[in-house]
């Protein structure tokens, strides 16, 4: 964010402030999200958390292979994603083969968390896969990759799945939001298939999020594990545009964990991080609620179309959702390996 050098600058800037508080300090220089990042191997960090094996699967996260998981996720044959949508269960089974392919297991029986959801109660039915039923089918899709040493605490990296589906001809893509999200999450799958964790990672692409956090609100409320033993949280939504840097929202109450994430981005990124309360508006909430150190993180001042068919594949920044990945993939690594 540009500080205003007219006479009212310093009014300005302190406003500023309050609304984007930048996590580092005057004089570290500030990159933005859609600059390349140098090779991590090459920076002498001070954080011993982080030794070269994974400096090098972050320095190979390639936003041209994110951006292709994106363009299947919001291709035309996926119809928007709408919960309930038969364009929804092949997105879902498309993300579920990928967590085979990259060692991540079903938590029980299935990657599928089926449930019935009432038509009636969803906050928007408008964005429901046109149904004259009283209750369609919709899964959540989750995965674990156990932890070596502590496998009953979890880090969760989590996204929501869904979108708008169709209306009449257009189809509402939703590359941003939030096919951008999900290929995040598998990307960070993919990096970590070969190397062990301390604590379980487990991956989530959630449903119904678009109609009233309704997959999320149904994984609290039916947990396949203990939430008490969630020890870190990212939900990822609308992460592939906006230049200026990160938001990291729900950091009340979990302002230790907060540290170690601006700790890495200080040693390694130099992103601005925005801060902000928890709020309704994506699948942390409730985790949030819940006392879970559960973050929301997404790009600051994206420039996509929002809710609209316009919402396309090619507009997705490759170096946005790279660098986000790698944050990503930097934080979940940190605090998968506690307890080592
Ligand atoms: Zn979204």
Redesign the pocket.
Known sequence: MKVNTTSNGGLLSAVLFFLFVPSNNAQSQVRRLDQRVPALQMITGSDSSFDKTILELVDKVNGKDIRSLIETLASDSFEGRATGSAGFEKAADFVAQHFEKNNVVPIGSSYFQKFKLDTKTVRSKVHLHETSNDSVETMNVIGIKKGTFHPDEYVLIMA?LDHLGKRQDSVYHGAN??ASGVAVMMTVAEMLKNVNTSRSVVFIAFTG?EVGLMGSAYFVTHPPIDLKKIKFMVNL??VGSGSNGMMVQGIDGHENEFSEIQQINQTYFQFELGTRPNSPN?DQYYFHLLGVPAFFMYAYNGTMPYHSPGDTAEKIDILVVENVAKFVLMNAWKFAQKGR
């Open positions: 929501h939001d939030n999020e939504d609308l994506s």
